[in-house]
């Protein structure tokens, strides 16, 4: 007997699994997402986000192939979903102190924090709570949770166990094969009361009971939920311009974890003199990390086929070696497809400053997707979805 890998970290993998959800992405999935039948048995969901959040395939190929099977009516609450990581991903565009703001307290937290025997527990899945602690070790020990175990848990761990949600955020983070800042950070947010203020999310026992098929009937679950408060959230600020690269200048192609399908962000003809993959998947989280390395691999394979440049796998963004690599394909410029808010955005900051003496030029590039959308993303995400259809460019099928 084989023991398939639950992500599989390829392309062809990531397009494989889009294939045989399709049929599954219309009335099915808005009827049937809700439900958490537990591993192995999650059908009524894609279980794609570990190709989507690091762009192996896109949201707009994910949206495309659902819209060729089923009208925008049928669908729309699994492109609604979808959506919501380009909404997310937007809203911290436009706030980045926000992501500041968290790493900031979880580095204080780190150092600081006093209940670290209930926060152990809490990670090992030991407090005696249904649910939550099989969620806990289910997440340690393959990388994903659905995403409404996803809301009770982190809600358990806020309101029931009152441990701080930013150490709760953390954990995820170290852990989910999909760890995102922007989907991560603001949807515990969310729970917490804190993205829309004044509302949180309360994990109750009968809707765990109902939606997990009886399998967990938690005791003990907090009954009221009020939300954290902290001051007011900078207000949103104009999306930054993208990089000025001119497509026929010979480049360096940087592929990052931020988006590995560079096939449809450059054109096949683009000047590229030789690429460099990174293969760093979020810090500190081996189940991203080890599926990354192995979609780096992946993604060198096929920039060499569809650029016909020499593609270098490399373990880590670092502004020496893109040095030596431009230096060495003989180009003054890096080209990438921008990276939203997170560490690679840090990243690429300090190396885009880094080579600036060495008269070498770091470029990021902007999909087209990411500006269509991002700048709907300053309001909450009603209004951000009423955007949606008109954006896709989808006429009306009733
Ligand atoms: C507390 C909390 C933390 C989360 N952290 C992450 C994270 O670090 N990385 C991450 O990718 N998602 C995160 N999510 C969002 C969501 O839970 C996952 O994207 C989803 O469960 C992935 O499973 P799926 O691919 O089967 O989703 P499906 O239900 O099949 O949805 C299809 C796709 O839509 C997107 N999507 C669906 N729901 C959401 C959502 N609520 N927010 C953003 N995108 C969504 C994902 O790309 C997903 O692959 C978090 C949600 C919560 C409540």
């Keep these: 007997m084989t023991n398939a890998p639950l992500f599989p970290p390829t392309r062809a993998a990531g397009l494989g699994r889009l294939a045989a959800f399709v049929p599954r992405a ?81 580095g204080a937290l780190r150092a600081g924090f006093r209940g670290t025997r209930d926060l152990a527990r809490a990670e090992a899945g030991a407090t005696g709570i249904a649910g939550f602690d099989d969620w806990a070790q289910e997440l340690v020990a393959t990388g994903y949770l659905h995403n409404h175990a996803r809301m009770w848990f982190a809600s358990i761990w806020i309101f029931t166990l009152r441990l701080p949600w930013v150490l709760g955020a953390d954990f995820f983070m170290r852990h989910l094969v999909d760890a995102d800042p922007a989907s991560n950070t603001l949807s515990w947010r969310w ?57 026929d200048q010979p480049a360096l192609l940087l592929v990052t974890s931020e988006d590995m399908h560079p096939e449809s962000a450059f054109a096949a003809t683009s000047p590229f003199r030789a690429a460099l993959i990174v293969s760093a998947g979020a810090p500190g989280n081996a189940a991203s990390q080890a599926f990354v390395a192995a979609a ?85 995400f009603f209004a951000f979805k009423e955007q949606i259809e008109p954006l896709l460019g989808q006429p009306l099928l009733l």
């Design 26 to 106: 219309g009335r099915d999935y808005a009827q049937g997402r809700n439900a958490d039948p537990g591993p192995g048995a999650r059908h009524n969901v894609s279980q794609l986000s570990p190709w989507l959040r690091h762009r192996l395939v896109t949201e707009a190929e994910v949206v495309d192939a659902v819209l060729a099977r089923h009208s925008f009516a049928a669908a729309e609450k699994f492109v609604q979903e979808v959506l919501w990581r380009t909404y997310w991903k937007g809203w911290l565009e436009l706030r980045p102190a926000i992501w500041d703001r968290y790493t900031t307290e979880r």
């Design 191 to 247: 729970v917490a009361g804190l993205q829309t203020p004044g509302k949180t999310y309360l994990a109750r026992a009968d809707n765990i009971a109902r939606y997990t098929d009886g399998r967990f009937a938690p005791q003990g679950l907090a009954t009221t939920a009020t939300a954290l408060t902290e001051p007011p959230p900078p207000a949103p600020a104009a999306l930054a311009p993208g990089g000025d690269w001119h497509p």
């Design 296 to 380: 780096a691999a992946d993604t060198a394979a096929r920039v060499e086929a569809h650029f016909g440049c020499p593609a270098t796998v490399v373990p880590a963004l670092d502004a020496a070696a893109l040095a030596a690599a431009a230096a060495a394909a003989q180009v003054t410029v890096i080209v990438t497809a921008a990276a939203p808010v997170g560490p690679t955005a840090t990243a690429l900051a300090a190396a885009r400053i880094a080579l600036q003496p060495q008269g070498v030029r770091l470029i990021e590039r902007r999909r087209a997707w990411d500006t269509r959308f991002w700048p709907h993303a300053r309001k909450g």
